[in-house]
């Protein structure tokens, strides 16, 4: 299995491997089961931790991240970028190089998502 586009559905060959726990992080690692496979847009919106995916693989938006980037007067699009997004990524069929749950949830302490969304 090849990671599959989990967010948005594209190729055209804009796609980065996101990793989910940093590697500045102690459990950082570059295993597959650490990563996600994201479009360029939507890998500039994890790591600033502004989207984020749950360990049910959910889609969510952090508000504080949304807040900052309405006081800075920098939330143009973020109507269109939200409606846009699916409610669960795609994940790959074999469990193996499914983005590991655990480091999903690790993934969003770091990004400091809140207590409640972290699931």
Known sequence: DALPISVCGTALKLVDAAHIVPVFHPQGTDVVTNG????????????????????????????????????AQLDGGLAAFRAALPQVIQIPASIEVRPDPAKLRIGLEVREFPPLLIA
């Open 36 to 71: 996600l496979a994201l479009c360029r847009l939507h890998h500039a919106a994890y790591d600033t931790g502004l989207l984020g995916v749950r360990s049910d693989y959910r889609v969510i938006l952090n508000d504080a991240a949304i807040g900052r980037l309405r006081e």
